[in-house]
C-alpha cells in the first residue's frame, strides 16, 4: 500500500504480537505516529523501539489489560487528557483460548415475547428454540460456552413488508427465506 501518514496518530490495540503488531509496523513505515496498546510493558517497549520511524514520528505506548474495562478507561482516559490526538483507531486484541470454547447466537423474534397474528407455526418454533436456548445455556455453561438470543427489533426486509401487505422503501433484500 503506497500511503502517507506522515502526522497521523494511530492507536493500535493488542499490538505486541499477531495482526496489532503486523498492523502497527505497517502504519508506522507510512509515516504514521503510533501508540501501541496492550497489557505487557516489556513487549510494548521492545516494539516502540522496533517500529520505523524515518520521518521522525513520535511512536507511544499506553499499557492497559483490555479483561479489566474499567482500568482500560481509566488509562485510555489519562492518555486523552494529556492532549493525545487519534486520528484512527484500530481495535483490535488476542483471541480466546483454545479448546473447548465459544458463543451460541440464535436471532430469533420479538414474536417470543408477543405472537405475531397470522404466523402461528413461526411464533411457536421461535417459543421452541428460545426455551430449547435457555436449556441448552445450563447444559454447556461448564464447558465455556455461552448460548445467547437475539430478538432484533422490526427491520425494513422484504420478508417484514410482505408479512405486513405494506409496500417498504427501499427494504433491505433478503436471501433464503
Known sequence: MNMNLTGKERFVCGSTQ???????NELASMGASVTLVARNEAALMAVRSSLPDDNG?????????????????KAVTTYLHKGQSVHILVNNTGGPPGGKFGRIINIISTSVKQPLKGLGVSNTIRAAVANWSKTLAGEVAPFGITVNNVL????????????????????VKTYGY
Open 57 to 73: 514520528q513520535q511512536h507511544d505506548y499506553l499499557v492497559a489489560d483490555f479483561a479489566d474495562p474499567d482500568g482500560l478507561l
Open 152 to 171: 432484533p427489533g422490526a427491520t425494513n426486509t422484504l420478508r417484514l413488508s410482505t408479512l405486513l401487505n405494506v409496500k417498504s422503501e427501499k427494504p
Open 18 to 24: 499477531g495482526i496489532g503488531l503486523a498492523i502497527a
